[in-house]
């Protein structure tokens, strides 16, 4: 009971990245995207930090930088970037390939092992929400395939290092949510300065917008993410990411009038059952027994012992 209450509060992180769309098309300034990455970022760092009161020490310096770096700082540029010149089906599904990259590094890195139905179901959900985002208009673009893979991959790469790295003595994850926002945060300020000029004006529903992204699409969905990340493997954590494109569609459906057809309420059902299975697959491969040698170092000394011990009284 306890992991099926840690994988569904992990869930609630890419559910509410899934209002990202909503949000910034209904509330946010237009043609703001690394903008808005701070505004996503930088004060939800800050703030965390803030409530935490905990600071990185020694090498916690330059490891919060490369992860906040990997999750945040080159991630929402480049999923930005891919968003721009992909239609938002392509880069959904670009982002949905994102487990079997984590699948592959956290086996290497991590010693996680990776079940034949776990990477069925990592490659079914991706089809899944091919079937809902993709249509016949799509068109595909070098830069912006390149954008989606790379951001895809900087993602899993900030996830399985997470868990390689774990936590400070002491630190829990509100502290190392904090430190990842603000670090990523800063990495994105000299593109955006560089790439979009000075802040644009703020209304009251761009305020809104952005108070929203800032604590709960970004705060505390990545502090929700990080904390699965420390309770559960990388694998499962990660299979969870395409609860967000169908959470977007379900919203488009609901709030937007966006119409849903029966091939894309199929690829629905399909990626949402493969997210399932997944999770069932993984919990089936960590609960399974490892196989053991014969006797441990320390059995097989003290057998040996014995043996010698034996030998000798036979001898005597």
Do not use: C, H
Request: aromatic fraction near 8%; avoid cysteine; charged fraction near 10%.
């Amino acid at each position: 009971m306890k992991r099926i209450a840690t994988v569904a509060l992990t869930a609630l992180a890419p559910i509410s990245w899934g209002s990202t769309y909503f949000v910034a098309s209904e509330l946010l300034p237009p043609d703001r995207p690394l903008f808005t990455g701070v505004m996503r970022a930088l004060p939800a760092g800050l703030l965390l930090t803030a409530l935490a009161r905990t600071l990185p020490k020694g090498e916690w310096w330059w490891k919060s930088a490369v992860l906040g770096t990997l999750n945040i700082g080159a991630f929402f540029p480049l999923l930005f970037l891919s968003a721009y010149r992909l239609p938002g089906g392509v880069a959904a599904v670009l982002g949905a390939v994102g487990p079997l990259f984590v699948v592959g590094l956290a086996a290497l890195l991590l010693g996680e092992r990776a079940s034949l139905r776990t990477v069925l179901a990592a490659v079914v959900a991706a089809f899944g929400v091919s079937m809902v985002v993709l249509t016949a208009e799509a068109k595909l673009d070098t830069i912006g395939i390149v954008a989606g893979v790379v951001s895809s991959v900087s993602m899993g790469a900030g996830t399985v290092m997470t868990k390689r790295w774990g936590r400070p003595e002491g630190v829990g994850p509100l502290a190392m949510t904090g430190w990842q926002l603000t670090a990523g945060g800063l990495v994105i300020i000299p593109v955006a300065a560089l790439v979009e000029g000075a802040p644009p004006a703020l209304d009251g529903n761009a305020l809104l917008g952005y108070g929203y992204m800032m604590l709960i699409n970004t705060g505390i969905a990545y502090w929700l993410w990080f904390r699965g990340i420390g309770q559960l493997s990388a694998t499962s954590v990660t299979l969870l990411g395409p609860l967000s494109p169908l959470t977007a569609a379900v919203i488009g459906w609901a709030a937007l009038g966006q119409a849903l057809t029966p091939v894309q309420l199929a690829g629905m059902a399909i990626a949402f059952g493969a997210t399932v299975a997944g999770q069932l697959a993984v919990a089936r491969t960590a609960s399974a027994p490892t196989p053991k040698e014969p006797f441990s170092s320390t059995e097989q000394i003290n057998r040996n012992i014995s043996m010698d011990l034996t030998d000798e009284q036979v001898r005597r």
